[in-house]
């Protein structure tokens, strides 16, 4: 089965969280803090596979979690940091983030790709030790790591596109220039899949072809099969347009390319201005008329024409000696940017907005502030420095003067991510 979409979560590990110790050792009075920092989480990397041409491994599993950084110890030990999860994709995956939508990786070269990075360690006690608090009993916990929901898109790489209506002879074309061995049979919607060939030029050129399951009028708005694989086309850098001149179906070969052209141009803009060659094929089962009507027709456009029967193989190697020569003019095989983070969804994973909502129920505040939670496990209600912290935090993120606004008094209930406490003015 040939799968070009998937979506995922991916979830970086978590670091370790700090270690609360004290020194003990026989003869060595107030040893003094010595709890070391947590280990770092596992990063989650993507990495090309070429033994993958599909996504169908990723409609099974969908959900991969990179392991957690090993908690810090006594002794000023820091905890093992975790090992990376690599995900092995196909080449020519984009991954994008499935909430903005926004280009996080093109997977079109072996270089690995860092898509969520794991939380750092946090701090051991020994980190928190001053000259009037020799004795801290707390410590941070470790940083959450990265959290994405991603779409994998499958475009292929492929140096020439083949596009046209079904049965007008792409697959032959492509099995009679290239070692590729596609179905062919005299029936619409043959092909069921993109199809690559490797085609030789001479001993020392090649190019990348692919045969695009064919296309019918609506393609772009999703009728038919072509409009699942389009995507394949936008990366190839030449567009092989090949026609059925011999008009044996009963449609008018002039039609036939604009309606094709037109879907690929609703598709993608960019589609419409790609570098094109027409491929006239079945030329042997057309009159002479035809293929002048149809050679006029075209090259009004000033579009490179080539009259081919691919069954007999005629004008196939001057269309691939063509072929190669327009390649040889055009730039690379289009890679795709990753796109910034947008600074609203930066601050959110930053925890610079500080966003937080308060609700009153029965005389019970309730705070619902997400970003507060990893701060939250650090807070030892028996320690007396560990409080005066926490009220800081309350104080700079504007929770308390919130619910001072709100007509808060003292003694009142505040319920803050299940954590109760009276307020105290």
């Given at each position: 089965?040939?799968?070009?979409?998937?979506?995922?979560?991916?979830?970086?590990?978590?670091?370790?969280?700090?270690?609360?110790?004290?020194?003990?050792?026989?003869?060595?009075?107030?040893?003094g803090p010595d709890g070391g920092d947590g280990g770092r989480g596992g990063d989650v990397v993507f990495q090309v596979d070429d033994n993958?041409?599909?996504?169908?491994?990723?409609?099974?599993?969908?959900?991969?979690?990179?392991?957690?950084?090993?908690?810090?110890?006594?002794?000023?030990?820091?905890?093992?940091?975790?090992?990376?999860?690599?995900?092995?994709?196909?080449?020519?995956?984009?991954?994008?983030?499935?909430k903005s939508g926004r280009i996080m990786a093109d997977m079109s070269t072996d270089e690995p790709k860092v898509l969520a990075r794991g939380g750092q360690g946090g701090k051991g006690n020994v980190h928190f030790a001053t000259s009037t608090r020799q004795i801290?009993?707390?410590?941070?916990?470790?940083?959450?790591?990265?959290?994405f929901e991603v779409t994998l898109e499958l475009?292929?790489?492929?140096?020439?596109?083949?596009?046209?209506?079904?049965?007008?002879?792409?697959?032959?074309?492509?099995?009679?220039?290239?070692?590729?061995?596609?179905?062919?049979?005299?029936?619409h919607f043959t092909t069921l899949t993109p199809v690559l060939g490797v085609v030789r030029v001479d001993e020392e050129k090649s190019f990348?072809?692919?045969?695009?399951?064919?296309?019918?009028?609506?393609?772009?708005?999703?009728?038919?099969?072509?409009?699942?694989?389009?995507?394949?086309?936008?990366?190839?850098?030449?567009?092989?347009?090949?026609?059925?001149?011999?008009?044996?179906?009963?449609?008018?070969?002039?039609?036939?390319?604009?309606?094709?052209?037109?879907?690929?141009?609703?598709f993608n803009a960019e589609l419409a201005e790609r570098p094109q060659i027409v491929a006239a094929n079945k030329c042997d089962m057309a009159s002479e008329e035809q293929i002048e009507k149809f050679r006029e027709f075209i090259e009004e456009k000033n579009i490179p024409f080539f009259c081919i029967s691919a069954a007999t193989t005629q004008g196939t190697s001057e269309l691939i000696n063509k072929v190669s020569e327009v390649l040889d003019t055009l730039p690379p095989i289009k890679?795709?940017?990753?796109?910034?983070?947008?600074?609203?969804?930066?601050?959110?994973?930053?925890?610079?907005?500080?966003?937080?909502?308060?609700?009153?129920?029965?005389?019970?505040?309730?705070?619902?502030?997400?970003?507060?939670?990893?701060?939250?496990?650090?807070?030892?209600?028996?320690?007396?420095?560990?409080?005066?912290?926490?009220?800081?935090?309350?104080?700079?993120?504007?929770?308390?003067?919130?619910?001072?606004e709100m007509g808060i008094q003292e003694g009142d209930t505040v319920s803050l991510e299940g954590f109760e406490f009276d307020f105290v003015n």
């Open positions: 089965m040939f799968v070009d979409q998937a979506r995922i979560k991916i979830k970086a590990g978590d670091g370790g969280d700090g270690a609360v110790s004290f020194h003990r050792e026989k003869y060595v009075a107030a040893g993958f041409s599909t996504l169908i491994d990723f409609r099974y599993k969908r959900k991969y979690v990179a392991e957690r950084g090993e908690n810090g110890s006594g002794r000023n030990c820091t905890g093992k940091s975790a090992q990376p999860l690599v995900i092995k994709v196909p080449r020519g995956t984009v991954i994008r983030d499935a801290p009993k707390f410590a941070k916990p470790g940083y959450p790591g990265e959290e475009k292929l790489l492929a140096d020439v596109g083949l596009v046209g209506y079904p049965n007008v002879g792409k697959s032959t074309l492509i099995s009679v220039v290239s070692a590729a061995k596609p179905k062919i049979a005299n029936y990348v072809m692919a045969d695009i399951p064919g296309l019918i009028e609506g393609a772009g708005d999703g009728v038919g099969l072509g409009h699942e694989f389009l995507r394949h086309v936008e990366r190839c850098r030449l567009i092989v347009h090949v026609v059925d001149v011999s008009g044996i179906e009963g449609r008018d070969p002039c039609d036939d390319f604009d309606v094709i052209n037109a879907e690929l141009a609703k890679e795709f940017e990753a796109e910034p983070i947008p600074q609203e969804e930066l601050n959110e994973m930053l925890g610079v907005d500080k966003k937080f909502e308060i609700t009153v129920e029965d005389d019970v505040y309730y705070v619902d502030a997400p970003w507060i939670q990893p701060i939250m496990r650090t807070v030892d209600p028996d320690d007396y420095s560990s409080l005066q912290y926490f009220q800081r935090v309350l104080i700079n993120s504007g929770i308390i003067a919130k619910l001072e």
